[in-house]
């Protein structure tokens, strides 16, 4: 369990973690978003993979393996509290392991098959427009409800 803070409008890039991940808001407004398919670079997201955190305990469950995003809205500050199992064990080897996180960097060079900084770096802006772009129309439709 850890107590993590996004300082005017700041979000996780996408990553994902091996176990099942929650997060209840303990200040300011914030979102968490997963992204439809499993690859980062032709990913999509709708209103349905967009939850607004309002009010302070406002929790969420991340199902293991789900690449997602998290953070502040705007340019405002969030906080979250986010439980996590950190280690798994592998039943057949009767071993625990520390779960991995996989983060969007990561994700995009083994989808593009490149470690090139610029190709990852200009894949990485195009998602975090999607990103944005999404937040923004969830916000909206909010509003409108």
Known sequence: MYHVTFNNGALTTLHFHESDQILIATKGKGVVGSIKGSTVTECEI???????????????????????????IGKEDFSHIAIRKIYKANATES??????????????????GS?????????SKQVAAKIQTAIQKKIENSRNL
């Open 115 to 123: 470690k090139d900084p610029e190709l990852i770096k200009n894949k």
């Open 95 to 112: 071993k625990i392991k520390k779960a991995d996180n996989k983060w969007q960097y990561d994700l995009i060079s083994e989808e593009i």
């Open 46 to 72: 709708d209103d349905n993979d967009i939850t607004i955190l309002e009010n302070e305990g406002d929790t969420v469950l991340i199902q293991a393996n789900k690449i997602h995003f998290h953070g502040a």
